[in-house]
């Protein structure tokens, strides 16, 4: 927790240090929109599996954001996350660790699967670089939804949750035309008992 702290106060402070120099005057063209694919990590705190258990917490993401800049260096983005989801699958009598507890699992072919997307506002600071290469930091809050399901020899079962807490982020956008530009970004999205880091590329169309 008091990494996330420290990363999220280093982001508030770039932020408000790009708030510090904007330019008072709104760009011409102020909104933008865009999507990118990633990959990302549900962190599921699942660890130490044995026998036939296996664990797999990476997958695919996708996002789709709208953007509008009030200045050169400061604007307010919202988004969509999908971050896909981890699955841990077992037979009788394999065992793995969560949360510091040993557990077994007591019939054949096993699989719990746990999605998670989200909803997220957040304030985002720029540092311009180059006429076309721009530094950005992304600090904001997301609703998150989180579904998992159970199936095994023994019966089927499915379990939700959903809360919000915060997220940031940070990368690089490249302007190729003055409407299109791409960006690089890695971020990190608090689930409550998950954590999710996702890296990926986007692509935005500004008018």
Do not use: C
């Not at 063209?29 to 699942?46: E, H, M, Q, R």
């Not at 954001?65 to 981890?86: H, L, M, P, S, W």
């Not at 579904?147 to 020899?153: E, I, L, M, Y």
């Not at 299109?180 to 689930?191: M, N, P, Q």
């Amino acid at each position: 927790m008091e990494k996330k702290l420290t990363a999220a106060t280093m982001l508030a402070g770039l932020l408000l240090g790009a708030t510090s120099l904007a330019n008072a005057q709104q760009p011409a063209n102020p909104w933008y929109v865009g999507f990118g694919l990633g990959s990302a990590t549900i962190d599921t705190d699942v660890s130490g599996t044995t026998g036939t258990a296996s664990l797999d917490e990476d997958d695919t993401s996708r996002q789709v954001f709208a953007g509008f800049r009030f200045t050169d260096n400061f604007a307010i983005e919202a988004q969509y996350n999908d971050f896909g989801e981890a699955t841990l699958s077992g037979n009788e009598e394999d065992q793995f660790v969560f949360d510091g507890q040993t557990f077994e699992f007591t019939a054949d072919n096993t699989s719990v699967k746990v999605s998670a997307d989200s909803y997220a506002l957040g304030l985002v600071g720029m540092a311009q670089v180059t006429p076309q290469v721009q530094f950005f930091g992304k600090l904001g809050l997301h609703r998150w939804d989180v579904d998992g399901s159970g199936t095994s020899d023994a019966g089927n079962a499915s379990f939700s949750d959903s809360g919000t807490d915060i997220f940031y982020a940070g990368g690089a956008q490249i302007r190729l035309l003055d409407e299109v530009a791409v960006r690089l970004e890695g971020s990190v999205y608090d689930l409550d008992d998950y954590e999710v880091s996702a890296i990926g590329g986007s692509l935005l169309f500004i008018f």
